[in-house]
């Protein structure tokens, strides 16, 4: 079979051995003979692994790889929702329901109690912070490095595992492609609680508190929960300013509109009537959800190129969580000279979203906590909370008074130089610009068409800003050689160095006079904070492996970090390590050409 261009072109070719038989006659009887025979090849794929690729077969580390046709089309916000179920020791779990949230990856689970688990992600070469922001239509494959054998060459900070992406490169045996990808839909929640109606809870509650109540008196009386107003199952809601609408209904009057009626499980001769509303569809419902997608890709035997553009919106399942990411992505390779290319990658991401309040139990848990006999608004009063708990309020309550975005954009650009100089031996050097800005922006105001906020009137406004800027310079040289058609040897020496500055800056200011103007100069008291961070790490790392006709495989790397992190003594760091694999289906039961009988 033939194969397509690689790091190493040796990674294509494998081999499976069968039986075949054949019966000839004799004399006395028939003899069947077995014989061992090569009958077939098979194409072994290439793997990403740190700083080069191998083959599938003389792999002697924990290495899962998926291809990204299995990612593309996929209807979902971001990469990680996409690999859920797909890698077998990797968990993806999301820490919400919100559009767009970065998943968490967990790679044979965690390894700290108090520390991060998450692993470090490499697209293209270059160390990102997370995987949003990659488009699913342009990933040409993932790794997944598990164990320590595989992610050494990475260092410490690859203690929890290596996600490796390859991001789709154009063809240079074709012309021009253009792909245009649509997709258009709605998404629902799944399943919502099986909440009581309002018809059941005062079947079930009035009976409960005329049992419980019985004997007690002053307020703790049963008549005072049974009679009261503000009490969900009470029948003295006789005002609109009241929580809750349950309430006698008068002798000859008619059921307003909106509202049920059941005769009161303490006297059959009285009618209740009531509102029935489940609360849950303000907090979830329907969404649209649309995206689109533009490719190009092509190339002639000295360049080749592709290009792409995505925009996704989400509606969002969830109140107040509309999210949208604009994406683009590009790279080219040229030949320069027979033995020296040179290549280029950029990723540019715009996501933007609403941020939902800061405490979800606050604001969801309890929203949901409304009796279906609430009122919850009313237009003469305006939102009333639920049993006397400011933050337990509708989902249109936080929609009103709650104004949070929030916006990342993320820019990364490499220029790779690749020297084939002899057979075998290659040099890369590889620069890479990482950029990252985060704005945050969070205002609640303290009234809405005459109605206050419940839950706080000082109208805060709240400015966060952080910027993180990353450079990388990689050099490596790259040996893999075959001897005597049997004895295949590789190594691998490089050196990186990375400089990484992180700004941040919040403001909060509180005490406005308006609403009319939500700025933070509109405020009377003031906090603010900062950070400016700098950190540099220098390594030296390498690998060496051998293999003997692909059966017995040896291999270890190792890597040398120097981080500005520690203090001076403690600034560096050694951390080898070493593999073996025998491929016991290269081992013939018996020797080629002889027979079983």
Same mark, same amino acid.
């Given at each position: 079979?033939?194969?397509?261009?690689?790091?190493?072109?040796?990674?294509?070719?494998?081999?499976?051995?069968?039986?075949?038989?054949?019966?000839?006659?004799?004399?006395?009887?028939?003899?069947?003979?077995?014989?061992?025979?090569?009958?077939?090849?098979?194409?072994?794929?290439?793997?990403?692994?740190?700083?080069?690729?191998?083959?599938?077969?003389?792999?002697?580390?924990?290495?899962?790889?998926?291809?990204?046709?299995?990612?593309?089309?996929?209807?979902?916000?971001?990469?990680?929702?996409?690999?859920?179920?797909?890698?077998?020791?990797?968990?993806?779990?999301?820490?919400?329901?919100?559009?767009?949230?970065?998943?968490?990856?967990?790679?044979?689970?965690?390894?700290?109690?108090?520390?991060?688990?998450?692993?470090?992600?490499?697209?293209?070469?270059?160390?990102?912070?997370?995987?949003? #922001?990659?488009?699913?239509?342009?990933?040409?494959?993932?790794?997944?490095?598990?164990?320590?054998?595989?992610?050494?060459?990475?260092?410490?900070?690859?203690?929890?595992?290596?996600?490796?992406?390859?991001?789709?490169?154009?063809?240079?045996?074709?012309?021009?492609?253009?792909?245009?990808?649509?997709?258009?839909?709605?998404?629902?929640?799944?399943?919502?609680?099986?909440?009581?109606?309002?018809?059941?809870?005062?079947?079930?509650?009035?009976?409960?508190?005329?049992?419980?109540?019985?004997?007690?008196?002053?307020?703790?009386?049963?008549?005072?929960?049974?009679?009261?107003?503000?009490?969900?199952?009470?029948?003295?809601?006789?005002?609109?300013?009241?929580?809750?609408?349950?309430?006698?209904?008068?002798?000859?009057?008619?059921?307003?509109?909106?509202?049920?009626?059941?005769?009161?499980?303490?006297?059959?001769?009285?009618?209740?009537?009531?509102?029935?509303?489940?609360?849950?569809?303000?907090?979830?419902?329907?969404?649209?959800?649309?995206?689109?997608?533009?490719?190009?890709?092509? #190339?002639?035997?000295?360049?080749?190129?592709?290009?792409?553009?995505?925009?996704?919106?989400?509606?969002?399942?969830?109140?107040?969580?509309?999210?949208?990411?604009?994406?683009?992505?590009?790279?080219?390779?040229?030949?320069?000279?027979?033995?020296?290319?040179?290549?280029?990658?950029?990723?540019?991401?715009?996501?933007?979203?609403?941020?939902?309040?800061?405490?979800? %139990?606050?604001?969801?848990?309890?929203?949901?906590?409304?009796?279906?006999?609430?009122?919850?608004?009313?237009?003469?009063?305006?939102?009333?909370?639920?049993?006397?708990?400011?933050?337990?309020?509708?989902?249109?309550?936080?929609?009103?008074?709650?104004?949070?975005?929030?916006?990342?954009?993320?820019?990364?650009?490499?220029?790779?130089?690749?020297?084939?100089?002899?057979?075998?031996?290659?040099?890369?050097?590889?620069?890479?610009?990482? #950029?990252?800005?985060?704005?945050?922006?969070?205002?609640?105001?303290?009234?809405?068409?005459?109605?206050?906020?419940?839950?706080?009137?000082?109208?805060?406004?709240?400015?966060?800003?952080?910027?993180?800027?990353?450079?990388?310079?990689?050099?490596?040289?790259?040996?893999?050689?075959?001897?005597?058609?049997?004895?295949?040897?590789?190594?691998?020496?490089?050196?990186?160095?990375?400089?990484?500055?992180?700004?941040?800056?919040?403001?909060?200011?509180?005490?406005?006079?308006?609403?009319?103007?939500?700025?933070?100069?509109?405020?009377?008291?003031?906090?603010?904070?900062?950070?400016?961070?700098?950190?540099?790490?220098?390594?030296?790392?390498?690998?060496?492996?051998?293999?003997?006709?692909?059966?017995?495989?040896?291999?270890?790397?190792?890597?040398?970090?120097?981080?500005?992190?520690?203090?001076?003594?403690?600034?560096?760091? %050694?951390?080898?390590?070493?593999?073996?694999?025998?491929?016991?289906?290269?081992?013939?039961?018996?020797?080629?050409?002889?027979?079983?009988?």
């Amino acid at each position: 079979m033939r194969c397509v261009s690689t790091a190493r072109r040796r990674c294509c070719n494998s081999s499976i051995w069968a039986i075949r038989t054949s019966r000839r006659p004799s004399a006395n009887a028939r003899r069947s003979t077995w014989r061992w025979r090569r009958i077939s090849k098979w194409w072994t794929r290439c793997v990403v692994i740190g700083y080069g690729t191998q083959s599938r077969k003389t792999l002697t580390t924990s290495i899962s790889k998926i291809d990204g046709d299995k990612l593309y089309g996929a209807p979902v916000s971001t990469v990680g929702d996409a690999l859920k179920g797909k890698v077998a020791g990797l968990r993806v779990a999301t820490n919400s329901s919100l559009s767009g949230e970065a998943p968490r990856f967990l790679i044979r689970g965690g390894s700290s109690i108090n520390m991060g688990n998450d692993p470090i992600y490499i697209v293209d070469g270059a160390l990102r912070d997370d995987l949003s #922001g990659v488009n699913p239509n342009d990933i040409e494959s993932m790794e997944v490095l598990k164990d320590a054998a595989s992610a050494a060459i990475y260092g410490a900070r690859a203690s929890n595992g290596v996600i490796i992406v390859t991001t789709k490169k154009g063809s240079p045996s074709q012309g021009p492609q253009v792909v245009f990808d649509v997709q258009v839909g709605f998404s629902a929640p799944t399943k919502k609680w099986d909440l009581l109606s309002s018809r059941e809870q005062i079947a079930l509650v009035r009976p409960a508190i005329a049992n419980i109540y019985a004997k007690s008196t002053g307020t703790l009386a049963a008549s005072s929960w049974l009679d009261g107003a503000n009490v969900a199952v009470g029948t003295g809601n006789t005002s609109n300013r009241n929580q809750f609408t349950t309430r006698y209904l008068e002798y000859g009057g008619t059921v307003p509109d909106g509202y049920e009626w059941m005769f009161d499980p303490l006297d059959n001769s009285k009618v209740i009537i009531f509102t029935d509303t489940d609360f849950q569809d303000q907090w979830m419902s329907e969404a649209f959800w649309q995206k689109e997608y533009i490719g190009v890709n092509g #190339g002639s035997d000295r360049m080749s190129y592709a290009a792409s553009i995505s925009y996704l919106d989400d509606g969002g399942v969830f109140a107040m969580s509309d999210y949208d990411v604009f994406t683009t992505h590009g790279n080219a390779s040229f030949k320069i000279t027979k033995s020296l290319e040179a290549s280029t990658t950029f990723d540019i991401s715009r996501q933007r979203s609403s941020k939902f309040v800061d405490n979800y %139990f606050n604001a969801f848990g309890r929203g949901i906590m409304f009796a279906p006999t609430a009122r919850g608004f009313d237009e003469e009063v305006g939102w009333m909370s639920s049993g006397g708990n400011a933050n337990a309020q509708l989902a249109s309550f936080y929609e009103a008074f709650y104004d949070r975005e929030a916006a990342t954009d993320r820019i990364s650009s490499t220029f790779n130089l690749k020297w084939r100089i002899i057979d075998g031996l290659t040099a890369t050097a590889q620069y890479n610009y990482y #950029g990252n800005n985060y704005r945050g922006s969070y205002y609640a105001r303290g009234e809405v068409d005459g109605y206050p906020n419940l839950i706080s009137q000082t109208r805060s406004t709240t400015e966060t800003r952080t910027q993180t800027v990353r450079d990388t310079f990689t050099a490596h040289l790259a040996f893999n050689r075959t001897f005597a058609d049997k004895h295949t040897v590789g190594a691998t020496l490089g050196y990186e160095l990375m400089s990484q500055r992180y700004w941040y800056l919040t403001s909060n200011s509180t005490g406005s006079a308006s609403d009319d103007v939500p700025i933070l100069d509109s405020g009377i008291n003031f906090k603010a904070s900062n950070k400016d961070e700098k950190q540099a790490l220098m390594s030296l790392f390498g690998r060496v492996s051998y293999d003997f006709a692909q059966k017995y495989i040896v291999s270890a790397t190792f890597r040398y970090d120097g981080s500005s992190k520690f203090a001076k003594g403690n600034q560096w760091g %050694f951390f080898p390590a070493a593999s073996a694999a025998w491929v016991i289906s290269e081992e013939s039961p018996s020797s080629r050409g002889s027979d079983a009988r």
